[in-house]
């Protein structure tokens, strides 16, 4: 009704405004009908608009949750593929554990027995020439594995010659790291001395004890190479030279439970066990 009067107003205003003429060709009848209709859709797009406007609180907090939840979920995926990727290798290392075999350096191993493996002693910053204490380790030392598959290694000792001086090597120190950095505080850890030995100082003036066997577990850094760096003080040298123990894991003898006769002891073994390992 009140959209209909406003039409009739503006006629009027129209009809006041104009002469006589030209309004009596003026059709105020369809004029009010256009005004009308303008003025009804001009009313149903601004009730569209604020009907588009006025959102759902609940619709709100359900396309926050939303997401939230998209968010939630490809962090998830993220972390999920960084764990997958970092544990990957310790996996691989587990299940081989789990079979009960360890592969170093090419050659698997099986946990639960034990071997005999050729040592040599080389220059640590040359690894093409021998040692000046190539005589220390043995020429053998006997490999074992914890119930982890940990490999450890143990060798006797033996005399070192420097120039017309008969020493014996002491502190052995063995690198965590593939090679020898000379950070003994940092990089190293002790090797354990499993049997000590009295014998002559090499100045000749009185006696003391050094290691007669030790033993180590084999750095995590080196299960892939040929062998393990290391550091020993020499008293006839006067100082602790690196040197690169060289372990020929092709070359394993054995795979002894070590319940026998020589008791997985390379020094029983070689004059006791049908290895006969000279």
């Known amino acids: 009704m009140k959209k209909r009067i406003i039409a009739v107003l503006l006629s009027s205003m129209l009809a006041a405004s104009m002469p006589a003429a030209v309004y009596a060709d003026f059709d105020t009848e ?37 997401v939230e939840v998209t968010e939630d979920t490809e ?17 691989i ?12 350096n090419g050659t698997t191993f099986d946990i639960t027995k034990t071997y005999i493996v050729p ?10 020439q021998d040692s000046a204490a190539v005589a220390c380790p043995g020429k053998f030392g006997t490999l074992t594995f914890d119930e982890n598959g940990t490999p450890k290694l143990t060798t006797n000792l033996r005399s070192v010659t ?12 063995v690198y965590q790291v593939a090679k020898a950095t000379g950070n003994l505080e940092k990089d190293t850890v002790d090797a354990t001395v499993e049997k000590t030995q009295n014998v002559p100082l090499a100045n000749g003036e009185g006696t003391h004890d050094v290691p007669e066997t030790i033993s180590f577990k084999i750095p995590e850094a080196d299960y892939q190479t040929t062998g393990v760096y290391l550091s020993m003080f020499v008293d006839a040298m006067g100082y602790a030279p690196d040197a690169y123990l060289e372990i020929n894991y092709a ?3 054995g795979g002894h439970s070590g319940s026998g006769s020589c008791n997985g002891i390379y020094g029983e073994c070689r004059t006791r066990c049908s290895w006969r390992i000279a």
Do not use: R
């Open 30 to 66: 369809d004029f009010g009908s256009e005004m009308t209709l303008d003025t009804e859709t001009d009313e149903e797009v601004e009730e569209e608009t604020e009907a588009e406007e006025v959102t759902d609180p609940d619709s709100e907090e359900a396309d926050e949750d939303s």
């Open 75 to 91: 962090d998830t995926g993220s972390q999920e593929g960084e764990t997958s990727s970092d544990l990957d290798a310790e996996e």
């Open 93 to 104: 290392f587990s299940d081989a554990v789990s079979a009960g075999a360890v592969n170093l």
């Open 119 to 128: 040592l040599t002693l080389k220059n640590a910053h040359n690894l093409e």
């Open 162 to 173: 420097v120039g017309t001086l008969t020493d014996y090597a002491h502190d052995f120190k």
């Open 251 to 253: 070359e394993a003898k």
